[in-house]
Structure formats: C-alpha cells, structure tokens
C-alpha cells in the first residue's frame, strides 16, 4: 500500500468556503465528526457539574458514559474510517444520502443520550454503526481495487463488538435488576472498551509506526487480493481480536484478576510486535508522545483494575480519559493537519498540543483521585469536567480553522 502523499512533501494548505466545506464532507467526513465529537465530549463532561448544581433531572452516570464512548470516540471513529477506508481501498467515497442519514442517526443518539432517554439514544447509535458498517463492508467486497491493511481485522471485529454491546443493552434495558446482570455488564465492556480497544490496535499496526518515523513497515503491494504476508498478519489480528472478547467473557464470570492480566499480556504483546512505537524511532515529536502516553497508560490500567476491583469505575478513567481520549485527539490531530497541508507538523513539538495532553492528564488524576478520596468527589468531578473542557476548548481554538482548509 503505498504511502499518502502527505509523507512525501510538507503540502500547502488552501482556504476555503461553507459551500466547498460541504462539498467535501463526503469524503472526508472528519471535518464534520471531529467537531460534533468534541462538543459531544464537552456536555457529557458537563452533565456533572449540572447534576450536583441541582440543574439536572437525572443522574447521569449512564448517558455520560454513552456521551463519551458514542458521541465522542465514536465521532472520531466515523470521521477517521469515513475518511481513510476509502481511500485504503480505492473504493467510492461515502455518498451525500450516507452521510446525511449517518449525521441524522449520531444526532439521534447524541440528543436522545443527553436527555436521559437511553433506549431510545442506543437505538440511534446501533442505526449509524450498522449503517457504517454495511456500507464499507459492500464497498470491500464489490468496489475496492485495494485491500486494507492486515490489522483492520480488529476495526471490523471492534465494530461487530459494539453493535453486539447495543443490541445487548435494547434487549436488557434500563431496569435496576437488567443493570446488574451478567448480559448487561457485557454489554458495557463489548461497547466501552471493546468498541474503541480493537480499533486502536488495528489501526495502530499500520499508522501508529509512522507517528514515529518508521514510515516504511507494514506496507503492502496495491492489491485486490491478499498479497503474501496479508493473511499470516489477519489471522494474528483476528486471534487478538477473539482473546480480548473472551477475556470481557471472563471477566462477567468474576474471573478479574486472570481476564485483566490476560488482557494485559495479549494488548501488550501486540502493541510490542506489531505497533512498535515503543521501539527505537526517529520522532520525539509532540504527536508521538501523545501516542506512546495514551497506549502505555491504557496497558498500565489493567492490572490497576484488576487488583482493585471495588476502585473499577474510577480507574477505568485513566483508560477512557488518557487513553481512548487522549488517542483520538492525537490521531484527530494527524489526520486535520495531514489534510490542511501541515504535514510538516507530524513530527514538530507543539506547544499548544504540549498543553491539550497535559491538561488531559490532569483530567485523568483528578477523576481517578475522585474515586479513592469520596470526600472529595464531588469537588474532583468538577475539576475532571473543567480540565477536559479546557483541553477541547484549546484543541478547538488551535485547529479549528483546519477544517476549512484543504491540502493543495
């Protein structure tokens, strides 16, 4: 597969309109996703504050967690695949009526979720995915030229995950005993981890090296077929992909301690032999210390939750917050400035993004630190929503403008 332009020259960007904005979407629809996302991010964050304000008619602990998971990560998953899959396999672009009921459906869901009506936002939220899923499962099969990289085999087997995590929560719904049960738990971990875990492992053998400069590996012949080495490298994937499920199987049974280390040793053997950004590398760039800081504390909060059970809920944020988050605000990053002809930046130190990850961090520790000390809590909530808040806010005013521009 060969390398995007943006890694052979620094690009030049050109501004534009509204109507060219719009012209664009379809294919490169990150430039809607990512800012929807973002302000997704920022009311889920801001449920709590409104709650303890007394401004609130629910409690928000579920819709927050959808907010984050669907209406944030989720986002970015649309408009980094809707964007890149495509183009990896020389297929069509999304079609305007896609995308328009693709936007109508994450609306959907995004509205339903914020005002606590939660079958009804799983509803809208299992429509886009479906929808996604479908269409770049006909364009593989009838109108790629190309295949996707070997490690995609975990971004379908993460969709699959999620959708069966939705399903799972229509069917259970949201009663007190429903909450409780095995199903339910299983639902929560095959849409808030497995969702976005797969996904980032994925894509991470084939764009993650590049964060580091080791451009040329995992690359592979244009082909309509396998070429020699694809399959070895899916099945891998695809076996990753089937431990990890089984590992949120165990974990349902009461099996903790053994799913998170198993967990543990399976992510970071892939990430060891596959993504390698943990190995000698050229950048030192800003981009890649994101990177290397969201995977390393996704690895370090496993066994965390694994010894300490009754603290799940908190450290379950250094996963959420300073990994899947943190993740995708890098990688949003890359791919904004890749096409608004800043390619140059991938490997510079960004200050302003030096203080977006730092402030995510503090997020982390404050929403963590919650949880141990209750006397705190309420306080600590506040912190987490205000740091997060601010480290969007930032991200927004710096990039913002990038989503109107096009690489020349």
């Not at 299992?126 to 190309?146: S, T, Y």
């Not at 975990?154 to 929560?169: Q, T």
């Not at 996904?199 to 040329?216: A, D, E, H, S, Y």
Request: aromatic share 14%; hydrophobic share 55%.
């Amino acid at each position: 597969m060969e390398e995007n332009a943006e890694s052979q020259n620094e690009g030049k960007s050109i501004s534009y309109g509204l109507g060219k904005w719009f012209s664009l979407l379809p294919e490169e629809p990150f430039r809607i996703f990512f800012p929807l996302g973002l302000l997704v991010s920022v009311i889920g964050v801001m449920l709590w504050p409104l709650l303890y304000a007394g401004w609130l008619p629910f409690y928000p602990g579920v819709a927050h967690a959808r907010l984050m998971m669907g209406g944030f990560v989720g986002a970015f998953s649309l408009g980094f695949l809707g964007t890149a899959l495509p183009r990896m396999m020389s297929a069509p672009r999304l079609r305007g009526g896609e995308l328009i009921i693709l936007l109508l459906l994450y609306l959907l869901a995004v509205f339903s979720y914020s005002s606590g009506q939660m079958v009804m936002g799983d509803a809208g939220m299992l429509g886009a995915l479906v929808l996604f899923f479908v269409a770049m499962l006909v364009r593989l099969i009838a109108w790629r030229q190309d295949i996707p990289p070997p490690g995609f085999v975990l971004v379908a087997l993460g969709w699959m995950a999620a959708m069966g995590g939705l399903l799972l929560f229509l069917l259970e719904g949201e009663s007190e005993l429903a909450i409780t049960g095995m199903r339910h738990r299983m639902a929560g971990l095959l849409f808030y981890q497995g969702f976005i875990l797969l996904p980032i492992l994925g894509i991470g053998g084939f764009m993650f090296p590049r964060f580091v400069g080791l451009k040329t590996l995992h690359m592979f012949e244009e082909s309509r077929t396998p070429p020699p080495g694809w399959s070895k490298k899916a099945v891998m994937a695809m076996g990753l992909g089937v431990v990890l499920i089984v590992t949120f199987w165990m974990e349902c049974l009461g099996w903790v301690l053994l799913s998170g280390f198993i967990r543990l040793a399976a992510v970071a053997w892939y990430l060891w032999r596959e993504v390698l950004i943990f190995r000698k590398a050229e950048s030192k760039g800003t981009l890649a210390f994101g990177l290397r800081a969201g995977l390393a504390l996704i690895v370090a909060a496993f066994p965390l939750a694994a010894f300490l059970p009754a603290y799940r809920i908190g450290l379950d944020h250094i996963i959420f917050i300073s990994g899947f988050g943190l993740i995708a605000l890098t990688v949003g990053t890359r791919v904004t400035l890749g096409h608004s002809g800043k390619a140059k930046l991938f490997a510079a130190k960004i200050n302003v993004m030096r203080v977006v990850i730092w402030t995510i961090l503090l997020a982390m520790a404050t929403r963590v630190t919650a949880e141990f000390v209750p006397a705190i809590r309420v306080s600590h909530l506040y912190y987490a929503a205000f740091c997060w808040s601010i480290a969007v806010l930032i991200w927004m005013v710096w990039i913002g403008r990038r989503f109107l521009q096009e690489d020349e």
